[in-house]
């Protein structure tokens, strides 16, 4: 039987601005199993990126996590840190929130690693991209001998090593090891001529060559965890394809356990065993992909599967979805479904914050929505008018599978 490698209560994570408070993400809940990939869609401004930097204690202030467990299975952690943190821990499991945030840090690397959404914003310009992959991969070695130490990592090489390296060449950070293994990941993504590519600063590669760079800077500390977050975005459609078969050929081989951040259904389709779907910082409906595509209970899910053009009928319209995701702004956060203004099946008991139900596929498929509940009764239907609509032009899933408000939409491209 597959196990949980992480299992997440509760996150709740907010961002407090000079607007107010904004609710990121609320009371987030899922499991990730070992060697699956789970994938999380929904469209911009949904909470998927901030959830994943939540997982890596990477929330950028003005933001900070306010609530929730972050439970990760690692026996070896487990037994460090119950002397440290006993509150921490339950059996395998250790709620990485609650460690102090030098082991906090210790994690990145050797158990999660990040492919961010944009890999030329995420290198250093004046570095070559090999002495880059080969400092993670340095980093690591130094850490092997403890991995729970932010000592080895950090102290074994102090100002003294750093002046002695400044004066004698070869006697500087990286060793031969390290850069030699930096040559195999490159060449391990598919980079063509590794060992002269590596000499090259990130401004000579071009955008798919990038996101391979860091698909191989995440593989260096050889993690337990890879976070994908929207890693084929903004690469054309052959570039995506190649990429996202460099993951499905790294996880196979590997058996390693992905969690992938994506607003595209075709990714989700083609990678994914399980599916979150995200809404105003929400996951409103989760399952199997089965459970997802072939039996969506939430309106929400219902809307973006309707939104992806039919190649059987060309000529067939789109199904958008009207209205506008909402601003997150908690004195406009209203405490009920946050979907059901732009619901058609809006209910008026949808005015409550729905918990949530069982759905009708497998024992893993739930939403929060009362449609999982019980059927839709027309008598109870919200009147149109019922909630304001100031800008009722915005859709997701036209033609051009853009959403004006965030510049993204949710789309089934591969």
């Known amino acids: 039987m597959p196990r949980d490698l992480l299992s ?101 690397g050797p158990d999660f690693a990040t492919i961010f959404q944009d890999p030329a914003s995420s290198l250093n310009p004046s570095l070559p ?47 031969e090891e390290s850069k ?12 063509p001529d590794p060992a002269e590519r590596a000499e090259a600063l990130p401004h ?39 990429i996202l078969d460099i993951l499905g050929d790294i996880q196979e081989e590997t058996g390693m356990t992905i969690l992938l951040i994506t607003h595209n259904l075709g990714v989700i389709a083609r990678m994914c065993d399980r599916v979150g779907v995200m809404y105003a910082g929400e996951i409103v409906e989760r399952g199997s992909l089965e459970d997802v595509f072939d039996n969506p209970v939430h309106p929400y899910t ?11 009928s060309a000529g067939g319209r789109l199904q958008p979805i009207e209205g506008n995701v909402p601003s997150l702004l908690d004195q406009e956060m209203e405490d009920r479904c946050y979907f059901a203004d732009r619901c058609p099946n809006a209910m008026e008991e949808c005015l409550e914050k729905p918990p949530e139900f069982p759905g009708p596929g497998s024992p893993d498929h739930a ?25 009722s032009d915005t859709t997701v899933g036209r033609d051009d599978g853009k959403d004006d408000a965030s510049g993204e939409g949710v789309s089934a491209d591969d």
Not at 23 to 46: M, P, Q, R, T
Not at 64 to 75: F, K, L, P
Not at 374 to 380: I, N
């Open 180 to 191: 030699a293994r930096a040559i195999e990941l490159l060449e391990l993504v598919g980079i």
């Open 129 to 175: 991209v090999g002495e880059q992959i080969a400092e993670a991969v340095e980093v690591q070695r130094r850490a092997s001998a403890n991995p729970r130490s932010t000592r080895s990592r950090t102290q074994s090489y102090g100002l003294g090593k750093f002046l002695l390296g400044t004066a004698l060449p070869g006697q500087g950070y990286l060793t």
């Open 302 to 312: 219902q809307g973006l599967l309707g939104s992806i053009p039919d190649l059987e």
């Open 8 to 108: 997440v209560r509760d996150l709740t994570t907010r961002f407090f601005t000079q607007e107010g408070q904004v609710n990121a993400v609320e009371k987030v809940s899922f499991d990730v199993e070992e060697g699956e990939v789970l994938g999380i869609v929904g469209e911009s401004g949904s909470g998927k990126s901030v959830t994943a930097l939540s997982l890596v204690d990477l929330v950028e202030d003005p933001g900070r996590i306010v609530t929730g467990e972050i439970n990760y299975r690692n026996s070896e952690l487990a037994e460090s840190a119950s002397e440290n943190a006993p509150d921490a821990v339950d059996g395998d499991f250790v709620d990485v929130r609650k460690l102090p945030e030098r082991h906090r840090r210790a994690l990145r």
């Open 367 to 391: 939403a929060k929505c009362y449609l999982a509940d019980h059927p839709y009764e027309p008598e109870q239907a919200l009147p149109e008018d019922y909630f304001d609509d100031e800008s």
């Open 204 to 242: 000579e590669y071009s955008g798919g060559m990038l996101q391979r760079a860091m698909i191989a800077q995440a593989l260096a500390g050889e993690p337990e965890l890879l976070i994908a977050d929207e890693p084929t975005t903004a690469l054309d459609v052959t570039i995506q394809a190649q």
